[in-house]
Nanobody, 123 residues
Framework: VQLQASGGGLVQAGGSLRLSCAASGRTFITSVMVWFRQAPGKEREFVAGISGSGKSTYYADSVKGRYTISRDYAKNTVYLRTNSLKTEETAVYYC?????????????????WGQGTLVTVSS
């Protein structure tokens, strides 16, 4: 699985962005897809995930109610809609995948990573 993340940019606090992660390979339909983010000087943290079947989603507490993860099997793409962005959410956002159904929240559980897309939230 190869992943290509896009959609980052500069946005004002309170604004929104939609991040995309395009996947190649036939195993997309059976792969759990997640988003992590990493701010300067901080560890990579889990943001949101969607199971291989698309039946389950899971969010970090800090983004619940503001972020939405979804996937389009026809386009082999996962999306992350980020609303009401905060300045402290400035980070590089990475998509990741693993060939299984279940969502885990630690980076070491994922074998495939996109290159990251930078989200900058200004005050």
């Amino acid at each position: 699985v190869q992943l290509q993340a896009s959609g980052g940019g500069l946005v004002q606090a309170g604004g929104s962005l939609r991040l995309s992660c395009a996947a190649s390979g036939r195993t997309f339909i059976t792969s759990v897809m997640v988003w992590f983010r990493q701010a300067p000087g901080k560890e990579r943290e889990f943001v949101a995930g969607i199971s291989g079947s698309g039946k389950s989603t899971y969010y970090a507490d800090s983004v619940k109610g503001r972020y939405t993860i979804s996937r389009d099997y026809a386009k082999n793409t996962v999306y992350l809609r980020t609303n009401s962005l905060k300045t402290e959410e400035t980070a590089v956002y990475y998509c990741a995948a693993a060939r299984r159904e279940s969502i885990y929240t630690t980076p070491r559980e994922y074998d495939y990573w996109g290159q990251g897309t930078l989200v900058t939230v200004s005050s």
